[in-house]
């Protein structure tokens, strides 16, 4: 059974830092695409980030709103996802989701709230 | 970017009966590959979003099939043949054909 845990999702003043993690078991982490979404409150759904792996691209891509700010990695030897996100701002408070290949599956999601 | 617009935004069904909900991308989302990537996805509420439909047609494992989704190029729908109490929530189409990824605005559906 595919499973998705995301954690480190935490109240932070704008301009702060944070970094998510996903831990992922139940399939080959190794060779899957992975991604963050994120969704605000009351909102709709945004793909973040994400980091492919199929038809010959690996690499990683991002929404506009968070390019340059934010930075996808993979840990493939603890099959775990990252998100790295610096100079968060309020619009960046949102719940944020794990997902494998093209939204196959979803974690739980953590919370991030951006607040003085 | 490709603009993914759904109709209609709310609707609000009787149980057993059935409902539509349209997808209309701004490009065709017909992959080099030939497959068409397009996917649907149920959030009840408080919960994570589920895949429903992958490839416009394509039934996830353990979705009821009363969903089915059909369509091509850039007009989509899914169709629930008779809706039930569990089918509340917000339903979202969405392109994953190039970057960015982006999903429909959601249609929010509830029982009368």
């Known amino acids: 059974e595919v499973q998705l845990l995301e954690s480190g999702g935490h109240l932070v003043q704008p301009g702060g830092s944070l970094r998510l993690s996903c831990v992922a078991s139940g399939f080959t982490f190794s060779s899957s695409g992975m991604s963050w979404v994120r969704q605000a409150p009351g909102k709709g759904l945004e793909w973040v980030s994400l980091?492919?792996?199929?038809?010959?691209?690996?690499?990683?891509h991002y929404a506009d709103s968070v390019e340059g700010r934010f930075t996808i990695s993979r840990d493939n030897s603890r099959n775990t996802l990252y998100l790295q996100m610096n100079s968060l701002r309020a619009d960046d408070t949102a719940f944020y989701y794990c997902?494998?290949?093209?939204?196959?599956?979803w974690g739980q999601g953590t919370l991030v709230t951006v607040s003085s | 970017d490709v603009v993914m617009t759904q109709s209609p935004l709310s609707l609000s069904v009787t149980l057993g009966q059935p409902a539509s909900i349209s997808c209309k991308s701004s490009?065709?989302?017909?992959?080099?590959?030939?497959?068409?990537?397009l996917n649907w996805f149920h959030q009840r509420p408080g919960q994570s979003p589920r895949r429903l439909i992958y490839?416009?047609?394509n039934r996830d494992s353990g979705v009821p099939d009363r969903f089915s989704g059909s369509g091509s190029g850039t007009d989509f729908t899914l169709k629930i043949s008779r809706v039930e109490a569990e089918d509340v929530g917000v339903f979202y189409c969405?392109?994953?054909?190039?970057?960015?990824?982006?999903f429909g605005q959601g249609t929010k559906v509830e029982i009368k």
């Open positions: 490839k416009v047609s």
């Open positions: 969405m392109h994953s054909i190039q970057w960015p990824w982006t």
């Open positions: 997902t494998k290949g093209r939204g196959d599956n």
């Open positions: 980091f492919h792996n199929e038809h010959g691209d690996n690499s990683a």
């Open positions: 490009q065709s989302l017909v992959f080099s590959d030939g497959d068409t990537y």
